[in-house]
Every structure is written in C-alpha cells, then in structure tokens.
C-alpha cells in the first residue's frame, strides 16, 4: 500500500472514528445536563451555558480531525 | 396609466436588469453583461426624460414658465442621451446593447398585458380556484424551464460548433468542489464577488490584489457594518427609544447581563465592551457568509487564528494586572502553599504554561473548523442540487442546500456564542478568586 493509497483509507476512517468519539462523549454531556436539569430545573440557565462549553471542546476533536482532513485531502490525487 | 405605473416599471426594470446583467456577466461574459446593464440604464433615462417631457406639455402648470424651462431641458436631455448611445453602441457590444434597450419596453408591454388580463373573467375563474392556479403555475414553470433548457442546450451547442467561449463550463459561481484550479490552493468555496471579479479581470493587477486580500477585505467590511449599525443606533438615543435604537440596546443588555453573570459584577462590567464586540463581530462575520456573493471571514484559518491571538494576549495582561508578575507566575504555578504542591511545581508549572498555548489553538480551529465546514457542506449540496439537474442545460439546480442553510445559521450562532464564552472563561481564570485552582471554570459561574 502506497503512500496515496494509506492517505486515502486513513482519512475518511479517521475522520469517522473522531467522529464516533465525539458523538459518545456529546451523548454523555447531553444526557447528564438533562439529568441535571430535570433535578433542577430552577438551574437550567447555568446548566445549559456549562453544557455548550463542555460540548465544544468535545465536538472540537472532531474538528480538528476535519482540519486535518482538509490539509490532507490535496495530498492523495 | 399613470405615474405611478411607470414607478412601478422602473423599479421591476431595475430587477429585471440587474439580474440580467449578472446572469450574462456569470455566464456569457463580463462586458456583456456591462452592455446589457448600459443598455437598460440608458432606456430608463430615456423614459425617464419622456415623462418629464409628457408632464411639461400635458401637466396642470403646462402655460407657466418653470414648464417650458422643464421643455426645454428634457428635449436638450434627450439628444444628448441619443448622441450618448450611439456611443454606446460603437463603444460596447451592440447585441447586449440592444438587449438592455428592449428590457424597460418589454417590461412595460407584460405589465399592461397583466394590467388587462387580471380584471378579465378569465383570470378570476382560474385564480378563485386553488387547484387550477397551482396547476397554471407548474404548467408555466414547466413551459419556462423546457423552453429556457432547449433554447441554452441550443445556444450552446452552436457556440461549440463555432469555437467560441462555451457558456455553462466558464460559469464562475457554480462551485466546482474537487477538482480546484491549478492556482487555487486547497478545496474550493462559492465564488465570491471578488473571486468573480478576479477571473473576469485574470490580467488586472488591482483584481489580484483584491483577491489576495479578500478576507482582509470582508472582514473590515463587516467591521465597518458592526460600526455603522452601532453608531446608527446610538447618534441620536432617546429616553423613550425607536424600535432600531431597541433592538440593538436589548442586544447590549442581553450581552452585558450575560458576561457579567459569569464574571461578576466586580470585574465584569470592565470587560463586557471587549467581549460583547467579540460575539458580535464574530456572529456578523459567521452570518456574511449566508449572503450570495460574500464570504465568511472566519473561515479562514488566518482570521480565526488573529482573533484567538487577541484574546491570548488580552487574557495574559489580564493576568499580570490583576494578580501581579509575582501572582502570575504563582498561578501558572499552580498556587502552591503547601510542601505537596511546592513539590508539583515543576510538573505544574508546563502544564499551566502549555495549557495556556493550547487555549488560542483550540479556539482558533474550532471556529474555523466549524465555518469552513459549514461552507464546504453548502458547497457539497448545492454540487449535487446543480448535477441533479445538469440534463437541463441550464445554470438552475435543486434548492438541496436550504435545510443546511438553517444549520449554518444555528452553527453561526452557536460556534459566536462558544468563542465569547470561552473567552470569558480564560478571563475569570486569570482574575483573583477566592475559590482558585480548579481548571473548570464552569462551575464559577454564578
């Protein structure tokens, strides 16, 4: 396997296993904040602004993997 | 029919000719479509000057002297127009010329058709009746696009057979994803308005120029936006205010009420102009984009990568001022007190220092990340909206992009809103707090 052909494969995988790892840890902050909320409804603002947060660094791994894809992507044709 | 019809003829005319003159311009070739708007440009002040004409010499005032002098200038107006387009005509390309005379008249000759057709009983038995109205107008859209698709595929086809410029394949606002110009770096996003001025000028010096510094340039522009609204908004602020001056005060207040929740009031009332500039110019710069024929700043790396330096910076200053050189390097050390932490310090002291390195560059990508790839799947839809009806001919597509178009909104927002907030987090960790040490930040937020 050429160095094209690895580029190929690995960055579409790559780009997906970020994304499946983004996707679990977003599930987790998203169903422990409405946990939280529905104990504490009265708490829903700061919940909410703690979740957004914490989602964005999460969803940002994912990002970065796309970044990288997009610096990548001229290298494989 | 009076004036105020002919009001109406040339506002429709100024429509119709700009979007004539940037679909030929697109398609065909910039300076058609300059003829086309010439040419309509000079019919509209031809009627312009016949009414004025019509209105001297049949007018309510037609005897008094201002009347005459009115004459006067009008039939002086008119020759000089025609000297002027005869000009025009050796100047430009007649055919666009012409086609731009013929838009004003035939925009009249439909609307005084529509003007006897609606009255008529006809059109009220079609249009009382929901099913038959939709089905005239697929009936008539159908007929537009088959005829415009036929007579295109025609055009077409006869601009190969003679070698001259093929229309569709020249289009630069169709994005061609993929398979990038040899000049181009990296994937491409829409053609812009500089983009498309720098490939109908590829020679002009001031068009590469333009195209070279084309994020510089949108992003002062939306700065200047963001300044002008402001100041609009604040010149002349009342007690009781108008609904503009409201809006963009309830915006202020909704910002204020939010940094200083999360920053308190002792120290956030300082920092709400900077941070509140911040979301705002970002959200203008992420929303610009959703506007044909402008970018996106902050999908460039270069953008998104200044703002984050900004903040880094703002963020270390904060530091030494409010704690002082000693009790900034005390917290990048981990506030050590007792002989534990003492003893930490060398472990703690890199990884605060990279901690603080890392902030720019994750805020930096996520932004860019977020909007470049907003754009890029626009790019990927509107691709495949635009293929999907490549057997027209014709440079129309399926409208696949417009639930993304609602995402982007929402990413616009949301990644404008993390930016900001994330920014006031690194702020409320380097402030003095009683509580100090723990990374999150969240749970300040009280």
């Known amino acids: 396997m050429d160095f094209h052909a690895a580029l190929g494969w690995g960055l579409p995988v790559g780009i997906g296993l970020a994304a499946i790892g983004s996707g679990i840890g977003l599930g987790g902050i998203g169903s422990g904040a409405m946990q939280a909320i529905g104990r504490q409804p009265e708490a829903t603002g700061k919940i909410q602004l703690a979740m957004i947060i914490i989602a964005a660094l999460a969803e940002a791994l994912t990002i970065y993997a796309f970044v990288t894809m997009f610096l990548l992507q001229g290298k494989i044709g | ?446």
């Not at chain 2, 037609?62 to 200038?73: K, N």
């Not at chain 2, 537009?144 to 057979?161: M, P, Y």
């Not at chain 2, 992420?286 to 703002?314: C, E, H």
């Not at chain 2, 000693?326 to 932490?341: E, F, K, M, Q």
């Open chain 2, 1 to 446: 029919m009076g004036l105020e019809f002919l009001a109406r003829v040339r506002r429709t005319t100024g429509w119709v000719t700009g979007l004539a003159a940037l679909w030929t311009a697109t398609y065909a070739s910039p300076s058609l479509g300059l003829a086309v708007l010439l040419g309509a440009a000079w019919s509209l002040v031809n009627l312009f000057l016949l009414e004025k004409l019509v209105v001297a010499l049949t007018g309510p005032w037609r005897s008094e002297r201002s009347a005459r002098r009115r004459l006067t200038l009008a039939v002086a107006g008119m020759l000089a127009l025609f000297v002027a387009g005869a000009g025009l005509l050796a100047r430009v390309a007649p055919t666009g010329a012409l086609v731009g005379f013929t838009i004003p008249m035939g925009v009249i000759v439909l609307k005084a058709a529509a003007l006897l057709l609606l009255p008529s009983k006809l059109w009220k038995r079609v249009a009382d009746a929901t099913p038959r109205a939709v089905g005239l107008w697929v009936a008539l859209l159908l007929v537009v696009v088959v005829g415009a698709g036929a007579l295109v595929a025609h055009v077409t086809a006869s601009g190969e057979d003679s070698a001259s410029t093929p229309a569709v394949t020249a289009a630069p606002s169709a994005p061609t994803a993929g398979h990038g110009e040899p000049g181009e770096e990296g994937p491409q996003k829409f053609a812009n308005l500089l983009t498309v001025l720098s490939r109908a000028f590829p020679e002009a010096p001031w068009a590469r120029f333009l195209h070279h510094y084309e994020v510089v340039i949108f992003s002062l522009l939306v700065a200047f936006l963001v300044c002008l609204v402001a100041y609009l908004a604040s010149r002349r602020a009342e007690l009781i205010p108008k609904p503009f001056q409201n809006a963009v005060e309830a915006v202020v207040e909704a910002l204020n009420d939010f940094i200083v929740g999360i920053l308190g009031p002792r120290y956030g009332p300082r920092y709400v102009p900077f941070l509140g500039t911040l979301f705002i110019y970002i959200l203008a710069m992420n929303l610009f984009g959703l506007i044909p024929f402008m970018d996106s700043p902050t999908s460039n790396l270069n953008v998104t990568v200044g703002l984050a330096l900004v903040v880094f910076v703002y963020a270390q200053t904060i530091g030494i001022r409010e704690l002082g050189v000693v009790g900034y390097i005390d917290h990048l050390a981990g506030n050590p007190r007792t002989a534990i932490s003492w003893g930490l310090v060398p472990l703690m002291l890199p990884i605060h220092v990279m901690g603080e390195l890392a902030k720019p560059i994750s805020l930096s990508c996520r932004l860019f990340g977020n909007i470049f790839g907003e754009d890029m799947l626009l790019v990927a839809f509107v691709t495949l909206g635009i293929t999907t009806l490549s057997f027209l001919h014709l440079p129309i597509g399926l409208p696949l992009q417009l639930p993304f178009l609602f995402l982007a909104l929402l990413t616009s927002t949301l990644q404008a809103l993390v930016f900001t907030v994330l920014s006031t987090i690194y702020f409320l960790l380097m402030l003095p707090h009683e509580e100090h040490g723990s990374e999150g930040g969240a749970q300040h937020a009280h």
